[in-house]
């Protein structure tokens, strides 16, 4: 059940960074849109949406860190298996936890300081630049729902490993 659990916590983190992306490519091609009809109906039929490149910005960071824990649980995070390829299957082991378990330490360190970091731009109530001006503790709280996924990914993986007692972590490519 929490197998289950976890799993459908990292598809909709996944999920959600799709919409984000598909939100970025709707968003741009709008504007394009805009553009090509300022260009055919001239300076009076000229309109922009206030901010766009700030919200694309603001969805990519959102995406980016939203996908980290599903890249990961699917295998399809970049690695170099320069190093691996060349270990036998108990160094290998050893490797991986050793990297799994740092990866959880920095991971849960970097969920922690961009909490703080969302919290003091709540209290001082920090704004975008953009004509549109955004709290930014909004779109940050994506970041930390990204990082915070990430890090209970990374722990789950170390978790699966130390009770597989063999290397868990495979490219998608590899299966």
Known sequence: MIRRLLDTLYLAGGAL???????IC?????????NILARVGGPAWSYTIPSYADFAGFLLAAASFLAMAHTLRAGVHIRVNLLISRLNPRATWGLELFTLALATALAAYATRYAIALTYESW???DMSSGMVAVPLWIPQ????????L???AFLDTLVESIRARRPVIADAGEA
């Open 26 to 34: 709707l968003l741009v091609a709008a504007q394009v849109g805009l």
């Open 150 to 152: 990430l890090t209970l």
């Open 17 to 23: 960074a799709a919409l984000a992306i598909l939100a």
């Open 141 to 148: 709280l994506f970041m930390d729902a990204g990082l915070a």
């Open 123 to 125: 209290d001082y109530g």
